[in-house]
């Protein structure tokens, strides 16, 4: 873990009894919610549709997000507004700030909601990537194929997640067809990067510049979907204290205020020597609280949810300690009918996200394990 | 902490995406419905006028606890019902359990709401209590007086609660005027117990007889309001296992399904070789979750508020285990002023209630503090 000191003045605070705006009515909206009610404030939940955060908040408004006047009353209604996705279309989160404070902040929404922008601001940050090349057209395909040779991944470069809008082009691959089959859209062609493991950094910046980073933590996936995240990460001190400042690097470079999650791959090197060495390269960032944060519930002394709400409305940040070494395991789909036998293992500390249809590949919950420190 | 063996079937058990009925909008009907959100439950709250529970239930119920039509509609409406307050009328209860099945039961109620009734009952089971006299007028008064002796103090039998209903006779108090004091209603004088310290168990009961019981606390009071609880109580070994013993006998009998709560005092007798024994006197049951379990949401792997959820749903119990060793500080009135400076410190865990008005006596919130083993 990474804490910087902090200057914090409540004058500055929004108060307790004041109401958060949740763009979002997930399950990252409702423990969100959660978390700010613990903490004395209300809610209230703006989203297209009915969602697991209803279920939890004082208010709730059901519009699309390209409704202006509805978007214009709930921030009225409101004291800061926030999100719990990143693909806020970027007039929305204007029309929101015209009457009050959006945090994270535009910037962030337009540098992460484009993997092309995303990855040429990492760069420009001095902060590696994998190799990419802009894709407007099956030529542009077959231009980044022959820089960046195959297997190489073509991602759509807006409103992907959990794998989709994305393609793998292999050798053999009718680069027209692949390049049709992700809706002819803007893209961007990555190179595989041969990584060994798969880390994110979650961390949170205040609106004074106090940053503090939980421990970097190491996920598995599972068709895509993240399935354990475990903390800490088994990499060396060294890559974690670099993946800790990276995610400092990039706050800092978006004036962020929030909590903020960077997903980044391990790579090791292996030197004339045969020494291994360990080389961060970063894959996306997420503008908001993350799955692979959900184990700071049970197992750090602030959860990301809380500290998220502790950084949009102004106050201090907690401490980002964790309790011991820790193992969460999403629920997702048919796993949640294991409820009851894990109600009844000892220390597994269940949350489940009240959604109905146990659907496949539908995060349904998690458990987090906490386990004293080996 | 005290944990028994508990077999537990999913068959018995009411399932995620239930709804759990609560009578009662405070804030421990609000920690009740956080914590039953976080294990994907959805909540109804039931209260004459809307109050800090009410900002995150899933759906609220504003009537009358006499309104019939109204509790039975709400019975209607949830899968299991429960309180977050001991005076539940009697037929309140018993219409609202016509429909569905109330946890703690009728019982609980009944033993609980009536001083008279709650220390005849402990002592059948052989529990000691204060010594006590029922008193129904002036001259019942008299007669207890000159069984007990001055100090003694004169209670309501029901509604009392953080010391309204209670009057100390004193050595030259008039009899008449005391007793006219509280109402001229049906009392209990109870003799003054020399106690060193206040101690409670808070212990949970399951529909199959499980029984589980966090480490004995003890608390400070400040003009009769809870002010500090401390997790372990400074008593001695025995001690603890008779507190926590007393309480599943007290369980038990009740055939009590939930979080149940009781204060105790401690006694320090002298021997004739001058060492200190001590002794254990009841002093009130809640049939609820308790003001002095709240450290367990920060300080132990189950809180009170997840645990009353998992015994009403016939769920397995969650360990009781502390973190460490706990210090639960109420905020009262004006304390609430100290949010900001509290959000500051590290390892404090603040919580807030969403209360308006900061009047003096009103419970606004509380904060945690877990520290290591000593």
């Not at 202006?68 to 926030?82: H, K, M, W």
């Not at 067809?177 to 859209?185: D, F, H, M, N, P």
């Not at 400042?245 to 391990?266: H, N, Q, S």
Request: with cysteine.
């Amino acid at each position: 873990m990474v804490q910087t000191s902090q200057i914090s003045s409540p004058d500055q605070a929004i108060k307790p009894g004041a109401t958060i705006g949740i763009l979002g009515g997930g399950q990252l909206g409702r423990m969100l919610a959660l978390a700010a009610s613990r903490l004395g404030l209300r809610v209230h939940v703006f989203a297209p549709e009915s969602g697991p955060a209803f279920d939890v908040c004082t208010r709730h408004t059901i519009a699309a997000y390209e409704d202006e006047a509805a978007l214009t009353a709930f921030a009225q209604a409101v004291d800061v507004v926030t999100y719990e996705f990143e693909n806020v279309p970027a007039r929305t989160a204007s029309v929101l700030n015209a009457t009050r404070v959006v945090r994270p902040g535009a910037d962030a929404l337009a540098k992460t909601q484009d993997r092309l922008v995303e990855k040429t601001f990492l760069n420009n940050l001095g902060i590696p990537t994998a190799p990419f090349h802009q894709v407007d057209d099956a030529g542009g395909l077959a231009r980044g194929v022959a820089q960046l040779g195959r297997p190489s991944i073509l991602k759509t470069r807006r409103f992907g997640y959990d794998g989709k809008g994305q393609a793998l082009v292999r050798e053999g691959s009718d680069l027209a067809v692949i390049y049709r089959s992700l809706g002819a859209k803007p893209c961007i062609l990555e190179g595989v990067v041969p990584f060994v493991k798969e880390v994110s950094v979650i961390a949170a910046r205040g609106i004074n510049g106090a940053f503090a980073a939980w421990d970097v933590c190491e996920n598995t996936h599972d068709h895509h979907i993240l399935s354990v995240t475990r903390a800490p990460a088994a990499i060396s001190e060294q890559s974690a204290v670099e993946a800790m400042e990276m995610a400092k690097t990039i706050a800092d470079a978006l004036d962020y205020v929030g909590v903020i999650a960077v997903e980044m791959f391990l790579v090791e090197d292996k030197k004339a020597d045969g020494a291994k060495v360990e080389r961060l390269v970063v894959n996306e960032i997420a503008p908001r609280v993350h799955n692979s944060g959900h184990w700071t519930i049970d197992g750090a002394v602030t959860s990301q949810f809380e500290q998220h709400i502790r950084a949009i409305c102004g106050w201090p940040l907690g401490s980002t300690r964790r309790h011991g070494r820790i193992e969460m395991t999403n629920l997702i789909g048919a796993d949640v009918h294991q409820w009851h036998d894990l109600l009844g293992e000892p220390g597994a500390c269940l949350h489940l996200y009240g959604k109905h249809d146990a659907r496949p590949g539908r995060k349904m919950g998690h458990v987090t394990r906490v386990f004293p420190e080996t």
